[in-house]
């Protein structure tokens, strides 16, 4: 039996818990098996493939493990000699330091400044002063794509530095498993196997609520930093404090709008053309700079 082909059915957790029950019910290898000493729990296609890969071959009156101690050292290696391998791999839950939690606070008290203009004014007088050498030799416009190019920046360098990309692909490769596993369950008709990984998946749930806090965790820092430049233009525009000139833009299809005037829907034109820059900006720094900011490729 090739190696290779053994290794192609672990990565496919149907056909490695298919694997698991051919080997735990022929006695590590030792006795031959027939079609119906497995058809509780094997499809007739796992059967098949099995056979026509060479993992089992034709024996007296049935067929057996073409290299048991193979197979054996394959499933130990994969901590895994029964049929309840593929779903009882626990995941460390994510914690957040202290430091985390804090910016966090800080962050909801921040966001307070969109309700409140007392927050607002004193965040945005403060950001005001950092700002007045960019607001003073560039058109408002102009300002805004930096800011855009900045927060773009420093979110995209967060979010890859920050996300454990290792083990939110090991949360989408457990649901991704379970998933596989009761459509094969369900494909040979195994109810005890469904029962089982209905309890799997109940076990599981907590995945949801870890791979929320994976996914949330750079959100915060990137809101602390947001924020407080999204306020100060939200004061810059709504609170009178443009230079004179700033009317607005020219924009195709809609001509000339005013920074205020609504531009899509209900949003106005300065928080289009922000939102418009930083995607832009987001996608420019991440293939310029090779910086990957999912799980999927990262793995």
């Not at 800011?147 to 490769?173: C, F, N, P």
């Not at 965790?217 to 306020?231: A, C, E, G, S």
């Not at 609170?239 to 009317?247: A, D, K, N, Q």
Request: hydrophobic share 45%.
């Amino acid at each position: 039996m090739p190696v290779e082909q053994l290794e192609l059915f672990l990565d496919n957790p149907a056909m490695h818990e298919a694997l698991s029950v051919v080997f735990e019910r022929s006695d590590g290898g030792s006795e031959e098996l027939q079609w119906d000493d497995v058809r509780d729990a094997l499809s007739t296609n796992q059967w098949g493939r099995l056979i026509e890969s060479g993992v089992l071959v034709s024996g007296g009156t049935g067929f057996t493990l073409a290299n048991p101690e193979r197979v054996r050292q394959t499933l130990e290696e994969q901590g895994d000699v029964s049929t309840e391998t593929t779903g009882g791999n626990e995941i460390e839950s994510e914690s957040w330091a202290w430091y985390d939690k804090a910016a966090g606070i800080t962050a909801l008290a921040l966001f307070a400044g969109y309700w409140n203009q007392g927050i607002r004014d004193v965040i945005a007088s403060f950001d005001n002063i950092l700002l007045a050498p960019i607001t003073d030799a560039l058109p408002f416009y102009a300002v805004i794509i930096v800011l855009a190019v900045v927060t773009g920046l420093y979110s995209t360098v967060l979010q890859a530095r920050l996300m454990d990309h290792e083990k939110m692909q090991a949360y989408q490769d457990r649901m991704t498993e379970l998933k596989e596993r009761k459509e094969a369950a369900k494909e040979r008709g195994d109810d005890e196997a469904l029962d089982r990984i209905q309890e799997e998946q109940m076990e599981a749930a907590g995945d949801q609520l870890g791979m929320f806090k994976l996914q949330f965790r750079p959100m915060v820092w990137i809101m602390l930093l947001t924020i407080p430049v999204f306020l100060w233009l939200r004061w810059k525009v709504r609170g009178g404090h443009l230079g004179v000139g700033e009317t607005g833009l020219i924009v195709p299809l809609a001509g000339a709008v005013s920074w205020q005037e609504p531009l899509l829907g209900p949003m106005s034109t300065w928080i289009v053309w922000y939102f418009v820059c930083s995607m832009a900006s987001r996608q420019i720094i991440q293939k310029t700079f090779n910086i990957q900011t999912s799980s999927t490729s990262s793995s």
